[in-house]
């Protein structure tokens, strides 16, 4: 069965840098597509980067381009998000979730990790 273990949130301040890791075991290769989503508090869940295994295109949402770096390592089963530049606004929980289509809405996406929070202090 795959699942998917995030982690790497933590408390950091505006301007610091973090690096989120999520975990895949068991991957199936047919769910090619791997992507970060994030929910702030009374907010919805949003798209923040997405990665195949088969390539290394990233995409991202414009609140993060040029901020963000999204990666990966085949030889882990191991996605990572690079976030520079911190941004109170970049607070929430951050969820890694698996797809089998190229896509942003998460409703693609039907495996989630349970989450890893990041608290970013002005």
């Known amino acids: 069965q795959v699942r998917l273990l995030e982690s790497g949130g933590r408390l950091v301040q505006a301007g610091d840098s973090l690096r989120l890791s999520c975990v895949a075991s068991g991957r199936p290769l047919s769910r090619n597509v791997m992507g970060w989503f994030r929910q702030a508090p009374g907010k919805e869940r949003e798209f923040v980067s997405r990665?195949?295994?088969?390539?290394?295109?990233?995409d991202y949402s414009d609140s993060v381009k040029g901020r963000f770096a999204i990666s990966k390592d085949t030889t882990l089963d191991t996605v990572y998000l690079q976030m520079n530049s911190l941004k109170p606004q970049d607070t929430g929980v951050y969820y890694c979730?698996?797809?089998?289509?190229?896509?942003?809405?998460?409703?693609?996406?039907?495996?989630w990790g349970q989450g890893t929070q990041v608290t970013v202090s002005a």
């Open positions: 990665i195949t295994w088969s390539n290394d295109n990233g």
């Open positions: 979730a698996a797809a089998f289509t190229w896509g942003t809405n998460e409703r693609q996406y039907d495996l």
